[in-house]
């Protein structure tokens, strides 16, 4: 089964490290992924921009609206994410216990939907 696990954090957090701090945690996210790669479980993995470079894209009654920033006005904003393949939701929640922004910020790990799955 496919979970997404959505990496949340402060980006004040992240900003008060030092380079050297941050240089390590990229480093361990790569291992990682790296690692979650050679067992099967990535699909995918990316980091974002931070949430001052989005945009908002609304249609309403056939009107497009585009507004600068995230739609939601939060301390943590989603700076990532991994698409996993898990044999359940335990396994998913261990795979995600071990991205090393979890000790920083949250993993929420969901399932994906799967569009005509029996």
């Not at 959505?6 to 701090?21: I, P």
Request: charged share 25%; glycine share 8%.
């Amino acid at each position: 089964m496919k979970y997404l696990c959505q990496v949340w954090f402060d980006g004040a957090v992240l900003s008060a490290r030092t380079k050297e701090e941050k240089a390590e945690l990229g480093t361990n996210s790569l291992n990682y992924d790296k690692a979650l790669a050679e067992s099967g479980h990535l699909i995918v993995a990316h980091a974002l921009q931070p949430p001052t470079s989005a945009v908002t894209v609304r249609v309403r009654s056939g009107e497009t609206s585009v507004t600068d920033g995230p739609f939601a006005e939060t301390k943590e904003a989603l700076g990532g994410f991994i698409l996993i393949e898990a044999k359940d939701l335990n396994e998913a929640i261990r795979v995600a216990a071990g991205i090393p922004l979890a000790k920083l910020g949250a993993i929420e790990v969901r399932p994906i939907h799967e569009f005509g799955a029996k």
